[in-house]
């Protein structure tokens, strides 16, 4: 129902009332790269001119796009970390964040942000992060869509060696099926892409790329240090040897990122011990795989040990209740029986 309401509220909305906006991200003043994720970047909202053709252009994809995830039915479920369905749309409650993305949709978009004469001059001291499309009229009932910013998708001019003229990075071209010739394209251009990542309204985001919301908000980034942190509580259990391997893991390799912060959100590393690990043995053995085990504790020597001492920890092993067949997978949100009310 929130998707039709969504394109309900778009369509009230006139098309003149569309504006664009691109969003960049910088390294605040003497912060450093290795800096908490949440205190070190400033996101700053530029204002861009664009004409009636991109205009019509930007209101009717949204259209489009809310039409095609209203059509195929598309399930609305509470953002989790980790998910095995990309096919649904999820909700992130902006409410009470304290990220630095958060002065962007609670403060920069409301007011009116400065509007940019040129690329290069934002290019040289700022990253280019995303673009934002927004329906706005006079009672502030709004509507945002974001999309990330990838690198090959913005081209600007350069200056040479002896910096005194613009030359092109590369020769941009474009068809021309009038005169059916290829010709050069001159300035600074963007592709604005037939996609949106994900759209805010009412201080909630509605996630079509989980992937890509979580770059443009910064959750990639943050998911890295909250990992080094279950790290630490997990040394503190003193039952798991070899963690500085899974801790290469963290510098290297992003996708362990999210399910050791999974295992925060379900907790049975807190009380493990011996006998708990025994039954994790057992479990492995059940689906044909052998847990790495010294003196009674967990011991990791490579990636197969990583990958099944994460799978036990989060109880990546699960059996439905109708058919009985076992699952693999790290979703999931637990549930309470209801116990039968006695007469």
């Known amino acids: ?178 005169s059916q010739k290829l010709e050069l394209i001159q300035g600074e251009t963007v592709n604005l892409d037939k996609q949106v990542d994900c759209l805010y309204y009412n201080d909630i985001f509605y996630i079509a790329k989980k992937t890509q919301f979580e770059q443009i908000v910064g959750l990639e980034e943050e998911y890295k240090k909250q990992a080094k942190e279950v790290l630490t509580q997990l040394e503190e259990t003193k039952m798991i040897t070899g963690l500085e391997i899974i801790n290469q893991q963290i510098e290297s390799n992003p996708s362990i990122h999210k399910k050791l912060v999974r295992l925060t959100k379900i907790g049975n590393y807190k009380g493990i011990d011996t006998k708990a690990i025994n039954k994790m043995q057992r479990i492995c053995k059940k689906y044909g795989n052998q847990l790495n085990v010294k003196d009674g504790k967990l011991h990791i020597e490579s990636e197969n040990d990583i990958d099944l001492t994460l799978k036990m920890l989060a109880d990546y092993y699960k059996k439905g209740e109708v058919s009985g067949k076992a699952y693999g997978t790290y979703a999931g949100k637990e549930i309470k029986e209801v116990k039968p009310i006695e007469k």
């Not at 530029?46 to 995830?69: A, F, G, K, P």
């Not at 700022?126 to 990330?148: M, P, S």
Request: net charge negative; charged share 30%; proline share 2%.
């Open 1 to 178: 129902m929130i998707l039709e309401d969504l394109l309900e509220r778009l369509e009230d909305i006139e098309v003149s009332d569309t504006y664009l906006y691109f969003i960049t991200r910088v390294l605040k003043h003497n912060q450093k790269k290795n800096s908490k994720v949440l205190d070190k970047y400033l996101f700053k909202v530029y204002q861009v001119d664009i004409n009636d053709e991109i205009r019509n252009h930007l209101y009717s994809l949204t259209q489009e796009q809310l039409s095609y995830l209203i059509n195929k039915k598309t399930e609305v479920h509470e953002y989790d970390v980790i998910a095995d369905d990309t096919q649904h749309l999820f909700t992130y409650s902006m409410t009470n964040k304290v990220m630095s993305f958060a002065d962007v949709v609670n403060n920069q978009l409301k007011a009116i942000p400065p509007k940019i004469t040129s690329l290069e001059e934002i290019i040289e001291n700022e990253e280019l992060w995303a673009y934002c499309v927004g329906f706005q009229n006079q009672d502030e009932d709004n509507i945002f869509t974001f999309r990330k910013i990838l690198a090959g998708k913005v081209a600007i001019d350069e200056k040479d060696s002896n910096n005194r003229k613009w030359i092109p990075k590369a020769l941009r071209t474009v068809f021309n099926t009038k």
